[in-house]
């Protein structure tokens, strides 16, 4: 108990808050120490995926609240590879993400349109909700597949992006395509090249934010609050590459995957698309916390080909925070927990005390 205090009092003095994205250990004595290690670096609260393991969640929430951490509990939506097959999205050539995803084999995609989807997700997350201890639940992969990749994943899948190519082009299925014909008349499938069809996007934009607000309001009902992982913008990036228009959707907080090297840019940017999110929900006074992707591997950066490995070096890091929180960023989140290094940690706790 004495550690746990002042751990809470090492966490009152953080000027910054600080959330981290992870999994918990299976093993109790292995996540106490995980929590020990946040609370020592002034954490506020953890995204831990535990999947729909509703046992697992409420163990690792328990125990997050013994140590003062804030627990969501941060779940893939849309990325479910188990369900009926007419349960998943549809390409422009008529194939279906359960038998053929884009990029790669856990793309399986779930109509957010499909009826039996919403009931589904609603459901499950109205389940994760009910916990005692889970704070918030947080929505990831809460979006259509990429029909654009961020600009530094081209050459890991060997593509040169400059439109939509139809093979990741989503959702083509009967449902959609007669829905959005009788709002609008539009036959999609008749269009020469339906990425120049403004209200095929912004269908799609809407049917995503539809689900959301849907999951927010079952999820508001339990007395819990709701967060969203989202692409960077929205309308810089996220609105066009997976059909997030994040802005409009009623959820208590934003944390934009603002991973710079994903779109090769320098750390700087991180302040820059900051401020354009914090600005599209200003209105509504939600917070937003500007997701960092961290190098694990920092001294070898240069040699690791996959962009997935790269990240903010400890030199990098304090440009990020500082752009994002002069940006009007409420905290950070630290994506991910494991691949914070004690070099990254020591920067870190100069600038949150």
């Not at 809460?142 to 961020?150: C, F």
């Not at 913008?233 to 934009?256: E, H, I, L, T």
């Amino acid at each position: 108990m004495m550690a746990v205090l002042l751990f809470a009092s090492c966490a009152k003095q953080a000027r910054i808050p600080v959330y981290v994205w992870g999994s918990p250990a299976a093993d109790e004595n292995a996540l106490r120490e995980q929590y020990a290690l946040f609370r020592q670096h002034g954490v506020t609260g953890v995204c831990f995926n535990c999947g729909w393991d509703l046992e697992m969640m409420a163990k690792a929430s328990a125990l997050a609240h013994e140590y003062g951490l804030e627990y969501h509990a941060w779940i893939p939506t849309m990325i479910d590879g188990g369900q009926d097959p007419s349960w998943y999205t549809v390409n422009r050539l008529g194939e279906s993400s359960y038998d053929r995803p884009a990029y790669v084999p856990y793309y399986k995609t779930l109509d957010p349109h499909n009826p039996e989807v919403i009931e589904y997700l609603v459901n499950r997350y109205s389940e994760a909700a009910a916990i005692p201890t889970v704070d918030y639940v947080q929505l990831d992969y809460i979006r259509y597949a990429d029909v654009i990749l961020s600009r530094g994943l081209w050459d890991k899948y060997g593509l040169e992006m400059n439109e939509e190519y139809p093979e990741a082009d989503y959702c083509y299925c009967d449902d959609c395509v007669e829905d959005f014909k009788s709002k609008t008349g539009i036959d999609i499938r008749a269009m020469e090249d339906p990425s120049k069809c403004e209200e095929w996007a912004e269908f799609r934009c809407n049917v995503v934010t539809a689900l959301v607000n849907r999951i927010a309001a079952a999820v508001h009902t339990q007395g819990k609050k709701i967060s969203a992982d989202v692409f960077p913008g929205p309308d810089s990036y996220a609105r066009w590459m997976v059909r997030q228009q994040w802005n409009d959707w009623a959820v208590d907080a934003f944390f934009p995957m603002n991973y710079n090297d994903f779109y090769l840019e320098p750390a700087s940017w991180v302040g820059d698309v900051t401020r354009e999110e914090v600005v599209s929900v200003a209105e509504r006074d939600i917070p937003v916390y500007s997701g960092l992707f961290i190098c694990k591997d920092w001294q070898n950066k240069d040699q690791i080909e996959d962009p997935e490995g790269h990240g903010l070096l400890p030199s990098e890091l304090e440009e990020a925070v500082l752009g994002a929180m002069d940006a009007g960023a409420a905290g950070i989140c630290l994506f991910s927990a494991g691949s914070m290094t004690p070099d990254h940690w020591a920067v870190l706790d100069r600038l949150i005390r």
